[in-house]
């Protein structure tokens, strides 16, 4: 396929994505969050020690300071990984499985700004019950709270769609 059809055919009139792909695909991309926070976590371990734990009670405790390194350390990469694949090609690993992608409204990739302010909305359009999901059935368009702040969208893509092509 050529690069003006690859064009054509990313910037198409595709139906957007549904709950439960954006389910899925957050679900992919979680595993690989999670995966990359592990070895985060432990190359933080190898380098502080394991002296910064200790076990009281039967309960874990570790050195605020280590906890407050280690939740800034996660929240960079997460927001890293989405905002990286966002900006350079529109999908993570879970939306190429799951044939999703998301454009701007215009079409385009997003840019740097519209990936923080979309990560950014996405965690409370999660984790209030879903509310910011459930925009997705009363908007006209199918979106969600988050596509609608960060002025994008998430599409469908077509069976024939190659991500590596």
């Given at each position: ?135 997705m059935y009363l908007d006209s368009n199918g979106d ?22």
């Amino acid at each position: 396929m050529t690069e003006a059809e690859q064009k054509s055919e990313a910037s198409g009139p595709f139906p957007r994505a549904g709950l439960m792909r954006r389910m899925a695909a957050l679900l992919y991309d979680g595993f690989l969050v999670a995966a990359v926070w592990m070895v985060l976590g432990f190359v933080l371990q190898l380098v502080v020690g394991t002296e910064s734990n200790q076990l009281v009670d039967g309960v874990v405790q570790t050195d605020p300071l280590l906890d407050a390194i280690l939740f800034t350390i996660m929240v960079a990469s997460g927001s890293g990984f989405y905002i990286w694949f966002w900006t350079r090609s529109g999908q993570t690993l879970g939306m190429i499985a799951w044939r999703i992608k998301l454009e701007s409204v215009d079409g385009g990739l997003i840019d740097f700004r519209h990936g923080v302010i979309r990560y950014v909305a996405a965690w409370p359009a999660f984790f209030l019950l879903g509310l910011g999901y459930l925009l997705m059935y009363l908007d006209s368009n199918g979106d969600a709270a988050h596509d609608k702040v960060s002025r994008s969208k998430v599409i469908l893509l077509p069976k024939s769609h190659r991500p590596f092509d």
